[in-house]
Nanobody, 122 residues
Framework: QVQLVEEGGGSAQAGGSLRLACTAS????????IAWFRQAPGEEREFVAG???????RLADSVKGRSTISRDSANNAVFLQMNNLKPEDTAVYYC????????????????WGQGTQITVSS
């Protein structure tokens, strides 16, 4: 069983930045494709960013150009850096592991963290 723990959520002003971290209980973490999803109130959960075991990166159009995802396999961690935050980024962000690559609509990762809230005020 893979346990994922997210950190780094909080409140920010529009235009600010936040960095989310996801750490995993499993070793080697590097064998899993990892992704961040988010879910706003009343909305469906949506893909935000993902990184494959080989380092390939995919970003949702909504965050492209202002967000990056990276992994530190030696420390079983994945990071999501979000810049130029917008109120529409407000959501619960989830770290997830073990998804197909490239990510496919309708195919969800096998393992999920509990989520961390990001609130962006205008």
């Amino acid at each position: 069983q893979v346990q994922l723990v997210e950190e780094g959520g909080g409140s920010a002003q529009a235009g600010g930045s936040l960095r989310l971290a996801c750490t995993a209980s499993v070793n080697p973490f590097r064998l899993y494709n990892i992704a961040w999803f988010r879910q706003a109130p009343g909305e469906e959960r949506e893909f935000v960013a993902g990184v494959s075991t080989g380092g390939d990166i995919r970003l949702a159009d909504s965050v492209k150009g202002r967000s990056t995802i990276s992994r530190d396999s030696a420390n079983n961690a994945v990071f999501l850096q979000m810049n130029n935050l917008k109120p529409e980024d407000t959501a619960v962000y989830y770290c997830a592991a073990d998804l197909p690559w490239p990510p496919r609509n309708g195919v969800l990762p096998r393992y999920w963290g509990q989520g961390t809230q990001i609130t962006v005020s205008s």
